[in-house]
């Protein structure tokens, strides 16, 4: 099917090597207008967008990413899971209500599932107008500094770091599991491995004559490897706690 949109998705890759070129603040607000038109629970669009433009505080999520391209891309958004908007909404209209809904589970990951649609919506937008990026979960790495850095009040939580610029250089497009290793009917299937060990040696070709930095790994390695770090963001489920959440 020639369309658009599917090669705009079917041609993804991650963007870590940018061009100095910052983003207009026409092309900011094409973004963040997309990430408004996303699909969200209850209609109730329980995220909120920050753009880092400080220095000083884009070269500190450089360190905490451990990647610097918050620093080097032409533009970087904190994405936020925010109940605290609707605590505040409530509260103007009824002083008394009882807000314990709001600090629930079931909240919490209404707004994370909210950030996940929103950011892959501006990430698509990205990249139909020719800018690429890099989806960045590393800000887990030190939730509590983000959020003493960025005054994020109570019912907020930083989810994910979208690192958007002008390409500098383009990527090889790597490979991506099978279908029938994600895609079931009717029901959940176990992993057939002969299936994963084909991917394995087709990834492993890639990475080792992809441009730029080669290395001999494989789908299995690369999960092992992240394993294999253990528990190293122990003071994630503390830091969403101390925000107020997952309290019922």
Partial sequence: MDNEVLKTIQNHRSIRDFTDEKLTDEEVNILVNAAQRTSNSMSEQQYSIISVTDPKKLARLGEITLHHLPDKAGHFFLFIADQHRNAQ????????????????????LASVHDVDLAVQNTLLTAESIGLG??????????????????NLPELTFPVLGLAIGHPA??????????????????????????IVEKFDKTLNEYYKNRKGSKRDTNFFKNIWSDIAKGNYR?????AIKSQGFLKG
């Fill in 89 to 108: 909404i409530i509260k103007h209209h009824k002083p008394d209500a009882n807000l314990e809904a709001l600090h629930s589970a079931d909240k919490f």
């Fill in 133 to 150: 990026g890099t989806i960045m979960g590393s800000i887990y790495n030190n939730p509590k500094e983000i959020i003493e850095m960025f």
């Fill in 234 to 238: 122990k003071d994630l489920l503390p």
């Fill in 169 to 194: 250089s383009m990527p090889d497009l790597k490979p991506r599991i099978n279908n029938e290793l994600i895609h079931f009917e009717n029901g959940y299937q176990e992993p057939d491995m002969q």
